[in-house]
């Protein structure tokens, strides 16, 4: 029972572009969803968030958009550096008081970035 | 210095045994997790404590047994290991300022169940 999703398991693109990472998700009661970041060996670092009231969120390089009707949201990175090659964990969690959010993952997507 | 500690980060063992891998944070954050990362890559929540307190107990086989002696620190003791408890093990803390679900993760603890 997946409730996140992440189709792509991988995604290689030129430094300077933009890459594009998608998640999809089924649960309704969603009311916040983020974006982990992973390198090898390390444990996932938060990266950006948005509210389901939202739909769009900016930090700099990174811009989440979300799509409620679709249950759909993605990561755009612009413009893409090498040191942004991770695994990228999109999740998602009903607020809940503090301690109690249950963040559930998708399978992540491994971002290449190529100079 | 490491926000969120965990140790052992490699750990071997055989079936049957019994193991503990141990967290601390020094955020000073009152919310401690276990997530575990199985051969998928799916990460789960197992556990999560407030001050002390067992918040969240996700349906986890009662041979897992965590346990905060403070809110600095969550150990996580399996009892019995099985093969399908070979997975990666990440503690995790956050802080009640913080935005819903931003977690501060350890490095992990690759658990191998031969």
């Known amino acids: 029972d997946q409730q996140v999703k992440q189709n792509s398991p991988s995604l290689s693109v030129q430094e300077g572009r933009i890459s594009i990472l998608n998640c999809d998700y089924t649960n309704s009661m969603f009311d916040y969803f983020l974006w982990y970041k992973k390198y090898p060996a390390e444990g996932p670092t938060f990266l950006i968030s948005?509210?389901?009231?939202?739909d769009k969120n900016e930090d700099g390089r990174f811009t989440v958009f979300l799509n409620k009707s679709a249950k759909h949201l993605s990561l755009h990175i612009v413009p893409s550096q090498p040191g942004d090659s991770a695994v990228y964990f999109c999740a998602a969690t009903p607020l809940g008081q503090g301690g109690s959010e249950k963040l559930v993952f998708g399978k992540g997507t491994k971002l290449t970035v190529n100079p | 210095d490491t926000a969120v500690s965990q140790t052992p980060k490699y750990l071997v063992t055989q079936m049957g045994n019994d193991k503990s891998i141990k967290c601390e944070q020094n955020l000073g954050h009152d919310t401690m997790y276990w997530y575990k990362q199985d051969s998928k890559k799916f990460l789960k929540i197992m556990f999560s404590?407030?001050?002390?307190?067992?918040?969240i107990n996700e349906t986890v086989p009662n041979r897992f047994s965590p346990k905060s002696p403070d809110k600095a620190h969550l150990n996580l003791h399996i009892n019995s290991l099985e093969l399908g408890d070979s997975a990666v093990y990440f503690c995790?803390?956050?802080?009640?300022?913080?935005?819903?679900?931003?977690?501060?993760f350890g490095e992990g603890s690759r658990l191998t169940v031969l």
């Open positions: 948005i509210s389901s009231i939202k």
């Open positions: 995790a803390s956050s802080r009640p300022t913080g935005g819903p679900g931003e977690l501060f």
């Open positions: 404590y407030n001050n002390k307190e067992l918040i």
